[in-house]
């Protein structure tokens, strides 16, 4: 999963794509490149392992009006300069986000032919059937070269002595832009915030010919398609740090603005919603890692409120287990990114097969806004670290509300969170805990009920990061097994914000105890404070109800990952071997 741009026009293409490709780097940063035609009518390439700022310095001599660059996330190769896009063959350069699920055959039947690989990727493969396939246009050769291929991909070309950019587009999503005198094609949206007055989404199938003056669209067959432009009103992600040295720290501070603002959006499409779940007798929630965890919370509130039943599945899963779904399901799609392959992919299954899609999302520009029937806001504003902070609260918030609204019931608790959170935020202090957490072998979150869901972000949150081994279990699991693991190197950490199941969670934090684990408590009650303050570190946090009291517990145990993650030394805005974007399988 990577990013991908391609520009032509009258400016510096090299620059322009470098631009594209620091908007684009969320996707993904184990390599860079790209490739330009010069004035010769020659393709130069310049790719490196490593962040896209590396190809700066190696640009500066780089002239031409079309070129088109790539941000890797490996997924066939491991990251190296030569695994790095883009990928050439005779006279053609091309530049693939996706998966080659045929790759291997394709490749031997080359290599059988006596052709030489120079990467590990199943990308080279695209390069040699666009080669294989070229007589001249790489319009018939693009179109000839994806017919054999299985599998997803947004996948640009260019060849030498051609002033033009070919774009191919199966599941993976391709974004053409309309400028005055220059064009340009990008995976997505904030890319070309800016660039262009117009912009279309191309759809499985398309390929496009982008030249200087003119875009033209064609279906698998080339016959000339028309896809339907929209205003590029795409804004890029304000990069300034706000004084913070990290954007997880900084977007952990945004926390109470993405709850209020979450609030206020939903107001917009609350009438929407309700007519869209008009008859809806059941509810499936789909989403991938935090977004997942908080679809956990979601089935509390649709169940506690409305009692109608719901299933939670991670995205990945729910597609290949041949689910049931009737004109009566409705489906809550979540994604921060509205990208994530595997839920939309899950979406798209939901609508096939005649259920409502509800996405609940914070890219309203996004594959999952297109096709959703409803879209439920997330309004926590672009969100650079690679892990999930405020995306996480303002979903809970969206959640809540779709709840509610779905059960006929109104409470003025949410209207107060912002405001704790924000408390919550400036008054905390978890160094103490951090430093804990640092200098473990492991670290175990664990509640019951709604804190289990938060448990199961903590321990995210904290692998994610600080690569600190950890694992979040409902409280009474403990015992049957990973009890075995706690001794004085590995730390515990209890969320109890239910005061009805406190006294279960306390049983487990005893059962640490009493075996040597070092053991923390995080509550918003004075008797489970007052238990154990004297016995390990506790952090005491607002009262509030019980059903959002994950938005302030949230933002201590993320508060805790980052903290750990700098006493370590890493980096928390961009992982190791993660993006923040996952958009194959
Ligand atoms: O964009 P999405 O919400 O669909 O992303 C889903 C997950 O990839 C994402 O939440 C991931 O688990 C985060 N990096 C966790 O911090």
Redesign the pocket.
């Known amino acids: 999963m990577c990013g991908i741009i391609g520009y032509i026009g009258g400016g510096n293409a090299a620059e322009n794509v470098l631009e594209g490709l620091r908007r684009l780097e969320y996707r993904g940063y184990d390599s860079a490149g790209l490739a330009v035609i010069g004035g010769n009518g020659k393709i130069s390439v310049v790719k490196r392992q490593g962040r896209v700022e590396k190809l700066a310095p190696l640009i500066t001599e780089m002239r031409g009006c079309v070129g088109i660059g790539h941000t890797r996330w490996a997924t066939h190769g491991r990251p190296c300069d030569a695994n790095a896009h883009p990928h050439s063959a005779g006279a053609v350069t091309v530049v693939h986000n996706g998966i080659i699920e045929n790759y291997a055959e394709l490749k031997a039947a080359f290599i059988e032919k006596g052709e030489t690989f120079f990467s590990e990727t199943d990308s080279e493969v695209l390069a040699k059937l666009v080669n294989k396939n070229f007589s001249g246009d790489i319009l018939t050769a693009l179109a000839a070269a994806v017919k054999v291929v299985k599998g997803s991909y947004a996948l640009m070309a260019i060849c030498e002595n051609t002033q033009a950019i070919a774009v191919a587009k199966s599941k993976s999503s391709v974004i053409l832009g309309f400028g005055d005198g220059e064009n340009f094609c990008a995976s997505d949206e904030p890319a070309l915030a800016g660039k262009c007055k117009n912009i279309c989404s191309l759809e499985d199938g398309d390929i496009a010919l982008i030249t200087r003056d003119k875009i033209e669209i064609f279906d698998s067959k080339l016959k000339p398609v028309k896809r339907k432009l929209r205003p590029n009103v795409a804004v890029s992600a304000s990069l300034d740090l706000c004084g913070c040295p990290h954007y997880m720290l900084k977007e952990l501070k945004e926390v109470p603005a993405s709850v209020k603002n979450t609030i206020s959006a939903f107001y917009d499409v609350e009438g929407e919603l309700k007519k869209a779940l008009d008859g809806v007798n059941r509810i499936i929630i789909v989403?991938?890692?935090?977004?997942y965890h908080a679809g956990l919370l979601g089935k509390r509130y649709f169940e506690s409120f409305a009692r109608v039943p719901v299933e939670v599945e991670t995205a990945g899963e729910f597609r290949y287990k041949d689910p049931v779904m009737t004109e009566k399901t409705a489906v809550f799609a979540?994604?921060?990114?509205?990208?994530?392959a595997d839920?939309v992919e899950a979406a798209r299954l939901a609508l096939s097969m005649g259920a409502k899609v509800v996405a609940v999302t914070n890219a309203p520009y996004s594959q999952l806004t297109r096709l959703a029937s409803v879209v439920v806001p997330v309004a926590a504003g672009p969100e650079i670290c690679?892990?999930?902070t405020k995306?996480y609260t303002g979903q809970i918030t969206a959640l809540y509300l779709a709840a509610l609204a779905f059960a006929g019931k109104k409470t003025a608790e949410l209207e107060k969170m912002p405001g704790l959170c924000q408390k919550v935020i400036e008054d905390i202090d978890i160094n103490t805990l951090a430093q804990m957490c640092a200098r473990s072998n492991g670290v175990y979150f664990l509640g019951k009920d709604l804190d289990y869901a938060v448990a199961l972000e903590g321990s995210?949150?904290l692998k994610?990061v600080s690569y600190i081994p950890s694992e979040g279990y409902p409280a009474g699991e403990l015992k049957h097994g990973t009890l075995a693991l706690i001794d004085g190197n590995t730390v515990s950490v209890a969320l109890m914000f239910d005061k009805a199941l406190a006294g279960k969670c306390e049983n487990a934090v005893e059962q640490v105890l009493s075996r040597g684990g070092r053991a923390a408590v995080i509550t918003n009650d004075t008797e489970v404070y007052n238990n154990f303050s004297k016995r390990c570190e506790v952090l005491l946090l607002p009262e509030c109800d019980k059903y959002l009291s994950p938005l302030i517990s949230a933002v201590v145990v993320q508060a805790i990952a980052y903290e750990t993650a700098v006493i370590l030394g890493r980096d928390p805005d961009k992982p190791r071997n993660?993006a923040?974007?996952?958009t194959v399988e």
């Open positions: 989403g991938c890692g935090t977004a979540i994604s921060q990114s509205g990208e994530t839920t690679v892990a999930a995306s995210l949150k994610e993660l923040k974007s996952v």
